[in-house]
């Protein structure tokens, strides 16, 4: 029953991930206290380098998470440390971080509950989205044993220069 | 278009709005500059993945190194401020009093 519910799951997970990449976006554009947003930040990219792993781009998720969250990150929480204040503010300490928490929140929910209402809604802002799947990717069929990511990011230094 | 791009858009926006409203901390707002580009990396990622775009693979490498730039002066900035006035705190900033 636990093999079934994941292979129900598994069909949704890029969908599942893109909703908690934005709670964790919310986590840290509340604005509690610096060093609990880089840590927020650490998660979310941890989470949009899942997605982009999802999709299959193992070369761009890796170098995402590993050298430039790293580095980025590093370097955060070093001059926070510099500039940081006694009592850092949790998101449930202020009413205003709070509040902004919720409002994020709920904004989130409500567009993932409008999408999951039916299989056929078609949600139209400027462009139309629809629910045709959360991994459409053209079918080009099969390029051989290497990866066309790599071979593009290689292409800077040949096509790029 | 997949519906992963709304929440991607959703997550920008958000940290759009926390960059651009003030509270305490300058710290914060680098964070959602961070938090910006991070989502915009992901969106063209999963553009480029999804259309089979080879060539254009490069594009979110180019940005990650730009946006490591950006956020090195902002520090560089911040480090700066830290020093002058012993916090980074907003309220400290008005020079210009306006």
Same mark, same amino acid.
């Given at each position: 029953?636990?093999?079934?519910? /994941? ?5 949704? @997970? ?6 908690? %990449?934005?709670? #964790? &976006?919310? $986590? ?11 840590? /927020?930040?650490i998660?979310?990219g941890? @989470? ?6 999802? %999709?299959?781009? #193992? &070369?761009? $998720?890796?170098m995402v998470f590993l050298i430039y969250l790293r580095g980025m990150l590093v370097v955060f929480g ?84 | ?98």
């Open positions: 029953m636990v093999r079934f519910h /994941v292979g129900i799951m598994m069909t949704y @997970i890029v969908f599942i991930l893109s909703v908690i %990449f934005v709670v #964790s &976006f919310v $986590g840290f554009s509340s604005k509690p206290s610096p060093i609990y947003g880089g840590l /927020v930040l998660i979310s941890a @989470i949009g380098c899942g997605i982009v792993l999802s %999709f299959g781009g #193992s &070369f761009l $998720g890796l070093y001059t926070t440390a510099i500039a940081t204040e006694q009592y850092p503010e949790v998101w449930v300490s202020n009413k205003a971080v709070f509040g902004a928490f919720i409002v994020g929140l709920l904004s989130e929910l409500l567009t993932a509950c409008y999408i999951l209402k039916g299989d056929d809604v078609e949600v139209e802002v400027v462009l139309k989205f629809n629910r045709a799947g959360d991994r459409v990717i053209y079918d080009t069929g099969d390029t051989g044993f290497f990866s066309e990511e790599a071979m593009g990011i290689a292409a800077l230094y040949s096509y790029g220069t | 278009m997949s519906v992963v791009y709304i929440n991607i858009f959703l997550a920008f926006t958000l940290s759009f709005m926390g960059l651009l409203i003030y509270r305490s901390h300058l710290m914060s707002s680098l964070l959602c500059l961070e938090g910006m580009m991070l989502s915009l990396f992901v969106m063209m990622t999963v553009t480029i993945l999804a259309n089979h775009f080879t060539l254009a693979s490069m594009t979110p490498i180019i940005l990650l190194v730009f946006a490591a730039c950006e956020a090195a002066l902002g520090l560089s900035l911040l480090v700066m401020i830290s020093s002058t006035y012993g916090t980074d705190y907003v309220q400290n900033l008005n020079l210009l009093q306006c």
